[in-house]
Structures are given as C-alpha cells and as structure tokens.
C-alpha cells in the first residue's frame, strides 16, 4: 500500500503542476453579450477556474495531511469532463438551448424548495422577494418541462434530462464514467460500502477508521486522478477555450510542453481505484491490519456455503 512518503512526493508533483499550469493558462473574464448570451462558454469558463480551484484546494488538504478528503473532487470533475467534452460536439445555439433549459430548471426548483422550507414570511420580510415572485417564477416550470421534452426529443435520451452515463456514451467516455464514477459518489454520498471499506483491523481485535496508509493511497489516488480528468476537460474542449476567455500558449498542446506540465506525475505511475490489500491478497505478516470489507465478504461466502 502506498506510504506517506509516496503520497508527499505526488503532493509535491500536484504542487509543481498546478504552478506550471498557472503560469502557462490564463483565464479572465467573459463579454456579457445581452442578445446573444453564449452560455456553453460560461460553463467552460466556470469548469476550468473550479477545478483550478479545487486542485489547489486538494494541495491544501494535503499539506493538512487530510489529502484524503480530496477524493470528493473526483466525481465532480469527471463529470465537468464528460459534459464538456458533450457541449463541445454540439452547435453553439444548441448546446446553449440545453444549459439555458436545464439552468431555469435547476434555478427553479431550488427557489420554491427554499420556500417551501422556511415559508413565505421569511422570503418576503427577511430575503426580501417580492410577494408572489416565487409562484411567477414556478408558472414557468410547465413551459420548461415543454422545451425539455423538444430536446430529448432532438438528442435521444430517455429521461426527463440526460443522465452522465448517457452523455459519457455519446462522447465515449463511459468507460472511465463506469471506473470512477459510481466508486467516487462513496465519498459525496452514505455508503455502506465505503463504511466497510474504512474499517481495518484483525479479528477479535480492535477495528479501526483512520488506518494511515489507507489514507495515503487514497490521497495518492486523488492527486493521481485530479490532474488526469483536468488536462482530460481542457483536451475535450481545446477548440472553445479562446472563445471562453480561457487562454493557452500557441505550444501548449505539443508533446515538448506537455512533457514539462506532467512529466514529474506520470513518472510515478497511476493509482488504483481499489488497492488490493483492501481484499487482504497478499500474505498476511504478524501484526498486519486487514481490510474489514474483505473479511466481512469472506465471512458472507463461508455462511453460504455452509448452508
């Protein structure tokens, strides 16, 4: 399993990255044009700055020594890859149609949750909305659930909006979606799988949830992960950068400045998602802590067979 040592020299080859990425893109601000609002470019723009963002956020975690914890940037880059690199295979008007639909329904709904949640009185006199602006703004739910429907229509998928693992097959993706997506939504969301994943110890004795060098692996595979799916979103959407105010030098795709940006981080190899001690396959030395999952797993198969 991957030791703290490993995980400080891909903390410091993040570190390096992050810096020369830095230096080598700049992202500045859009142009709000009124009549013709090009929305694709917002997401491009949004996507790239959050997950700089989040790279330095995972730099800060591990100087923290909860590196961790930056698993949960995973999932959400991932996804801003998948949908880019979807955005980017449509004309502007239509994927500007779609984010304009799917932006007034997620806009929506959360406006009439939070009223619903604290009531009227406290969005009028505290948050000061207009008396009846929130029930003017859900009449428009119908009209958007219309448009919705003409999209899906249009594109062909088969929900009320289409689902990651759709737009990760149009774009062949899925893949890597079907890899890390479902695995990384463990450290978003309540997992039994994940709990048992945490628990190591040996049986009849103590079990624990802190256990270092599974968090270092995981560390080391979140800082493995997060540089991949950010140059992964820049590669899917290279031809909208420059109209997105995200601006890369005129080499910044050759196999010479490439090398520079990445070559401390591929020389120390890709992490697994799932490290094999999790299922206790090697040998186990005197004192060894196993990997709770597997021992539960083990059990459940003993019970079977027996009866």
């Not at 698993?71 to 502007?92: D, H, K, P």
């Amino acid at each position: 399993m991957t030791s703290d040592t490993s995980s400080d020299d891909r903390l410091g080859a993040l570190r390096v990255f992050a810096d020369r990425l830095e230096e080598a893109i700049e992202i500045k601000s859009l142009t709000w044009n009124e009549s013709t609002p090009d929305v694709r470019a917002l997401a491009v723009n949004n996507c790239v700055r959050r997950q700089r963002d989040s790279l330095r956020g995972a730099i800060a975690l591990g100087s923290a020594r909860q590196g961790h914890l930056a698993v949960g940037f995973v999932r959400t880059f991932l996804e801003e890859r998948i949908w880019l690199a979807f955005l980017a295979t449509m004309q502007r008007d239509d994927a500007n149609a779609l984010l304009l639909a799917m932006g007034r329904w997620d806009t929506i709904r959360a406006l009439v949750a939070q009223r619903d949640f604290i009531g009227d009185k406290l969005m009028t006199l505290d948050l000061w909305y207009p008396p009846g602006f929130v029930d003017a703004c859900n009449a428009f739910i119908p009209d958007i659930k219309t448009e919705l429907r003409e999209l899906r229509a249009k594109w062909g998928w088969s929900q009320q909006l289409p689902s990651t693992k759709w737009i990760a097959e149009q774009v062949e993706l899925d893949t890597e979606y079907e890899y890390l997506h479902s695995a990384t939504s463990r450290a978003l969301h309540f997992s039994a799988g994940e709990i048992l994943r945490r628990g190591w110890g040996t049986p009849g004795g103590i079990l624990i949830t802190d256990k270092p060098e599974f968090r270092a692996h995981l560390a080391d595979f979140a800082y493995d992960e997060l540089w991949r799916q950010h140059l992964g979103t820049l590669r899917g959407v290279a031809g909208l950068l420059d109209d997105s105010a995200v601006h890369t030098p005129d080499n910044f795709w050759s196999d010479e400045s490439q090398e520079g940006l990445i070559s401390d981080l591929v020389h120390l190899g890709r992490v697994p998602l799932v490290h094999a001690h999790e299922w206790n396959l090697e040998p186990p030395n005197p004192g060894t802590r196993l990997a709770w999952a597997a021992i539960v797993l083990s059990k459940s198969s003993d019970a079977e067979t027996d009866s």
